[in-house]
């Protein structure tokens, strides 16, 4: 399992198929498809959010992979949840961070949000290989 963790680590994710689309396809609040504004993935409405929520029995969406102001977003009738927890994303987005939290009785989402601090002086990604260094 190691040899594996390692090698996504160490691979850009693919530019088509299934693992692209579920990385890279956002909401919008158009019905249907549409092509994505990042220019991989696709754009879907609250219809295609709710035809794969009733085809699969499920309540709810919980994503992430996109930055929101507030740190979180609720939309498509309440159905689809975009949770970012990087706060001023990239040293410039000024956006908050969130968590969310699900009580086990209800499994109503509780989000929490918070606020970029300072960090240390230390150049970007000065961590990165040694972060890897025990696989």
């Given at each position: 399992i190691t040899a594996l963790v390692y090698r996504l680590f160490q691979q850009e994710p693919p530019d088509e198929g299934l693992m692209c689309e579920c990385l890279?396809?956002?909401?919008?609040?158009?019905?249907?498809r549409q092509a994505s504004k990042r220019g991989v993935g696709l754009q879907?409405?609250?219809?295609?959010?709710?035809?794969?929520?009733?085809?699969?029995?499920?309540?709810?969406?919980?994503?992430?992979?996109?930055?929101?102001?507030?740190?979180?977003e609720v939309i498509h009738d309440g159905r689809l949840v975009t949770v970012f927890s990087a706060p001023n994303y990239c040293d410039q987005?000024?956006?908050?961070?969130a968590f969310v939290r699900f009580n086990g009785k209800d499994m109503v989402p509780h989000f929490t949000t918070f606020e970029?601090?300072?960090?240390?002086?230390?150049?970007?990604?000065?961590?990165?290989?040694?972060?890897?260094?025990?696989m």
């Open positions: 890279w396809s956002d909401p919008a609040p158009e019905p249907g879907f409405g609250p219809d295609i959010t709710k035809e794969f929520l009733d085809k699969n029995g499920l309540e709810l969406v919980v994503r992430s992979h996109e930055v929101k102001e507030e740190g979180y987005m000024g956006n908050k961070g970029a601090v300072p960090h240390p002086d230390v150049k970007p990604m000065a961590y990165a290989s040694s972060f890897l260094s025990w």
